[in-house]
């Protein structure tokens, strides 16, 4: 999980590969994403014509028929021929034409604004449409993910990618793509038009263009790499703030406060050292455009009136000519701004590409089988596993349950007893040996079919925000109300729903505060049953429980043992004194097996493990 989680190792995408993957999510839409950028090409061509009409006003307010030299020679022509043919005086003639070229002004400034609007509307849809589509493929492969995969990533991060990483790779779409074409066909057209009305201007005007594109390059290649730190330090500060906000009681009760104000501190204080760089960054970029776009006007306006009394340029075209830098050097600003928009977005981008890149380290064997049924017989055979490299956790572990029976398994913390459940339902896999049931090795069972049959128990029990219901069905409208009731009562968890306030509507807080540990795992138990599994397993399921609470549990355990196999791990010897066999494990080797009786007879480990509980007890 490094490779997106270590923010110093993140993943780094070439820009065409991170368009590329991204192209897939634009492609159902590509028909109106084309409509939008034909949308965005009539823009650019319409808000070329106000320089014109501009220059054409100066040009018609300058009109001189005594010094035609100096005017523009289709303005001359109309004037005389509106003179001649209307009786039209010099004067009307500039009148009625400004008033003409003034309304053609106003409707190209709505036709604009119109167009404009369609094509906004148009883009922001198709972007929460990707968006949409994006942050589902996002959190489906985070679904998919091994539990190991997960737990080595804070879940603050994860976060960051679904939300504001998703959201600034929304910009790429609603924003950045259609104004980087419609800022370059500007740049392209104006710089055209440049050249058809004076080539001279235009080539004292190209003189720092190389200037301007060795800039664009280099705050290119800094900006993404300072991009990269900001959303580096965004996951950090969300990974911190899930965590210890989950954790605040624990922070609180142990007057941990001032030290986690201080970890926040420099966390955030780190993020804001970076997005001041990156504001720098970009702050010296924008202010060197416009230094550049200064130099242009002074050129412009030093140059352009020798051209003007030499008779090689009318006002009117010089007046257009002039607009038309600051319609140039306006989008190179605003590429700046696109540039700013376009670097966060692929920082993002990669951000997001490292997870969904990132393989399921358990994942369906091409000739896996759906089960539809469970005997419940469960072999381990000469298995081997370790979390890291060859710290070994079992050592060639060897055991056969058979269908129906209940087996604890106990020993000291850290001998492997969970990790044989997690094994059995592949949270993780093993390295070393074969796991089966019913004879069918785990690894050739489709995961979903596997853990749809198995029942899982945990010490630490989780409820969702929502309803008893929804928690006991996981929202599966399958089961009806007098279902889930019947569940609840086979497990002792009848009179706990019975006594609340709107009984299976009753409010579930998150995490399941508003419960104490006993009710949350009735709750848990009647949430197993109701799914009908094959086999159970219970792990710690009876820890941190009150006395009377454990007594219901109790009863509920005797019940489960005749619903198919049970496994349990419990610290607890008298949970698991009525096993069918107790199998007792020592720094993940099997040291001894048996009933409970069988084994006291032993006076072997899990005798020692008996006297020190029942001295204790006493």
Request: contains cysteine.
């Amino acid at each position: 999980m490094s490779n997106f989680d270590d923010n110093k190792h993140v993943r780094v995408y070439k820009d065409r590969v991170i368009v590329k993957r991204l192209f897939r999510y634009l492609k159902p839409h590509l028909p109106k994403f084309i409509v939008a950028i034909i949308l965005t090409i009539m823009i650019v061509f319409i808000e070329l014509l106000p320089a014109i009409v501009e220059g054409q006003i100066i040009g018609l307010l300058n009109v001189d028929l005594n010094e035609p030299a100096k005017s523009d020679e289709l303005l001359i022509k109309i004037a005389n021929y509106c003179i001649t043919n209307f009786n039209w005086s010099l004067k009307d003639f500039k009148l009625y034409g400004s008033m003409i070229m003034v309304g053609a002004f106003v409707l190209v400034t709505l036709i604009t604004a119109v167009i404009n609007y369609v094509s906004r509307m148009m883009l922001q849809k198709i972007g929460q449409r990707i968006v949409t589509d994006l942050r589902q493929d996002l959190f489906e492969h985070i679904e998919k993910l091994s539990i190991g995969q997960i737990n080595s990533t804070p879940v603050g991060k994860l976060v960051t990618r679904v939300t504001s990483d998703v959201n600034a790779i929304s910009e790429l779409f609603t924003n950045v793509f259609i104004n980087l074409a419609k800022f370059i066909l500007t740049i392209v057209f104006v710089y055209v038009m440049m050249i058809i009305i004076s080539p001279i201007l235009t080539l004292y005007v190209s003189i720092i263009m190389p200037i301007l594109a060795v800039t664009s390059f280099i705050f290119n290649k800094v900006s993404r790499s300072q991009y990269r730190k900001v959303r580096g330090c965004v996951s950090n500060v969300n990974a911190f703030l899930s965590e210890n906000l989950s954790g605040m009681k624990i922070t609180q009760i142990f007057n941990q406060e001032e030290k986690k104000f201080k970890e926040f501190k420099d966390k955030n204080d780190e993020l804001r050292l970076n997005s001041i760089k990156e504001v720098l960054i970009f702050g010296v970029f924008r202010p060197f455009i416009y230094v550049l776009y200064v130099i242009c006007q002074i050129i412009v306006l030093y140059f352009g009136f020798g051209i003007i009394e030499q008779g090689k340029l009318s006002i009117a075209n010089y007046v257009t000519f002039y607009r038309y830098t600051g319609n140039l050097f306006n989008p190179i600003q605003q590429l700046a701004d696109q540039f700013n928009l376009l670097q966060s977005a692929f920082a993002s981008s990669e951000r997001v590409l490292a997870i969904l890149d990132t393989a399921p380290q358990i994942v369906d064997a091409e000739d896996a089988v759906e089960i539809d049924h469970f005997e419940g017989k469960i072999e381990f055979d000469h298995v081997w596993f370790a979390y890291n490299d060859e710290n070994w956790i079992l050592q060639d572990v060897s055991f056969t349950i058979q269908p129906k029976q209940t087996v604890a398994f106990v020993g000291a913390t850290g001998a492997g007893k969970t990790t044989i459940l997690a094994l059995i339902v592949r949270n993780y896999e093993i390295q070393k040996g074969e796991i089966r049931i019913d004879g069918i090795p785990v690894n050739k069972i489709k995961i979903e079919s596997l853990r749809k049959h198995v029942g899982q128990m945990l010490q630490d029990v989780f409820l969702f925000s929502g309803t008893i219901k929804s928690n006991i069905t996981l929202k599966d409208d399958r089961f009806t109300d007098e279902e889930v009731m019947e569940a609840a009562k086979y497990v002792n968890a009848d009179k706990l729903i019975n006594r609340l306030d709107g009984k299976l509507e009753y409010k579930v807080y998150e995490r399941g505060v508003n419960f104490s540990s006993g009710e949350r795992q009735l709750l848990s138990f009647a949430r197993t049953i109701i799914h009908k599994p094959n086999i159970i397993i219970l792990d710690e399921a009876t820890a941190n429980i009150d006395t009377e609470t454990e007594v219901l549990i109790q009863d509920s355990l005797e019940k489960m043992m005749n619903v198919g196999t049970m496994l349990i791990v419990a610290h607890r010897l008298s949970t698991v004194q009525h096993a069918d066999v107790i199998i007792v494990l020592n720094k993940g080797k099997i040291m001894e097996s048996g009933t409970h009786q069988e084994l006291l007879a032993k006076k072997g480990l899990y005798h020692n493990l008996y006297e020190l509980q029942y001295k204790h007890m006493e």
